[in-house]
């Protein structure tokens, strides 16, 4: 069976995600917002999906593709008969009167390279999740796509005859196109997007400046960040899980799901990644977004919500043919009618900066101290009930060993949050609600195994325990937390460090494909009990399961080592910088690799 791959790279400004192929196809890209309608989605539907290309006469060609420098702009390079032509694509992004610019705007630039390439440009728009191809106009400098009730727009340079009747022309000089959705570019093309490009890249690499990270794979942990960055929607602080949806988590297994939203466990992966290299301006963000979310009467959140909040998300199918005919390609998640109750936890453990880092005055976390007290209701409330889980489990409720320890460790970061706000009665229910966190993990134990299993009751292993040991349930018992490993390696662990999640039948059947983030878990794990070289292997083996440019998809089979799920997930390249992150601290070598 040959390796697959997702063979494509993505640009995005905060405001829009676009996925670029190394055909120079977008196929993918939502507007206004990374949950809305596509207005390209060929990854889901070749013919339904419409496309944007810009490829060479001849269809024989090579392609490469690569990220400028510390940078979120792609650069894709076409080869054919000793002729050749770079695309360089992206998303503008930066300061501009003391705000970022970051317009839905997408700019392509085509340069000549050698030789005197022709190049075909074919921009075929849609709407209505593909049933409707919009209509093109032709203006004096731009081509206006009719069917929506947005402005969408092609402005460029180009000969527009030949891009609106897909006719070849021989690239003679560099040609600017740019997609605008809304309001269109009303300014000088060529030198208008030169600018554009500059003031992008260097926004970009003053970003990846400004991180504070060790020299353990640096290149990797940075493209990782670079990547996290663009999974903000900055407007309102949501983090999503990843830009894409229905990409299956293995073929025809019919778990394809739609990940545009926020989930509030995923976002406290990712503001952890972030607080590790020194942003914080993402913590600010994500946290005005937390203080406008909706609640249940009783005060308790969903497990995710839209990027502005909304709270129905309801699931529904799509005829669309599906990424490489897989079905069923859904838009919505059903998933935010469950009950999950670590989030509770986490959200106070990403709180927990704000306190215990001096560089946050007083003013900015003020406004918290009710909402602490609220999350500390809530796992009081739900400390002794059943839930689906991390997992998401659809028809299994249990008592899950990791939502205590989410549980506890909320628990444990409200104690020092109510010493720090001198609040003796939020300490004492912290204290408590700590004690009892610990009863319930500790009534997960199997002593036969020495292990704690997936919840009260059950005997499977669940990867997601792995966190006993890197949240530092068992403090300085290497002997507990190394008997625990190794009943999760008996049962879970799979070639080249690869992890599964748990073994067992869930609602689609046992799982196929192996899960990244808790193969990096499994990497922490390693460094965790002072097994350091074998996290090392282990980080430098799994870090070759991504594509042509260094991005992660959310599964990996075992076998093939092909990607599956989601891609880009941002549960992956969270993993790899935490993983990397505690590796290095452990090093202490600057300079190491």
Known sequence: MN??????????????IAHIEKDTNISWLCMPRFDSDFVFGGMLDREKGGKFTILPENPEFESSQAYLENSNILETTIS????????????????????????????????????????????QPVTDRGQVQLRPSIGSNHIRYMGIDQEVRLTSNAPLSYVCEGKAFVLQRPVYLVFTY?????????????????????YWQSWVKSTSISGFHQRLVLRSALILKIHQFEDTGAIIAASTTSLPESPGSTRNWD????WIRDSYYTLTAFNSIGHFEELEKYFEYIQNLPTGPDGRYQPLYSITGDWLLTEE????????????????????????????????????????????????????????MNLLDKIEATMHEKDAGLWEFRNLAQEHCYTFLFHWAGACAAAKIGIRLSNEEMYQKAIFLRDEAVKKIEACYLPERKAYGQAIGSKHMDASTLQLITMGYFGD???????????LEEDLLAKDFLFYRYKHM????????TFLICAFWYIEALACVNRLEEAIEGFETLVKYCNHLKLFSEDVDQSTGSQWGNFPQAYSHVGLMNAAFRIGKKL??????
């Open 182 to 202: 809304g309001r269109p570019l009303e300014a000088p093309i060529e030198t208008t997007s030169e600018r554009f490009l500059q003031s992008t890249a260097e």
């Open 80 to 123: 054919s008969g000793g002729e050749s032509y770079k695309v360089t694509d992206f998303a503008p992004r930066f300061k501009n009167y003391g705000r970022y610019y970051k317009p839905l705007m997408l700019i392509r630039k085509v340069e000549p390279l050698s030789g005197s390439p022709r190049i075909r440009i074919e921009c």
């Open 3 to 16: 390796k697959h791959l997702y063979e494509s790279g993505l640009i995005g400004n905060c405001a829009y």
């Open 588 to 593: 202490d070598r600057p300079n190491f690799l």
């Open 317 to 372: 199918i799509s005829e669309l043919s599906g990424y490489l005919g897989n079905k069923p390609v859904r838009f919505g998640n059903q998933a935010y009618t469950h009950i999950q109750n670590d989030l509770y936890g986490q959200v106070l453990v990403s709180l927990l900066p704000l306190y215990s880092d001096q560089r946050f005055t007083a003013k900015e976390k003020s406004y918290s101290e009710p909402m602490i």
């Open 259 to 262: 990940y545009r939203y926020c």
């Open 506 to 513: 869930d609602d689609f059947g046992v799982p196929e494909t």
């Open 477 to 487: 018992d290497l002997e507990r937390a190394n008997a625990h490993l190794k009943a």
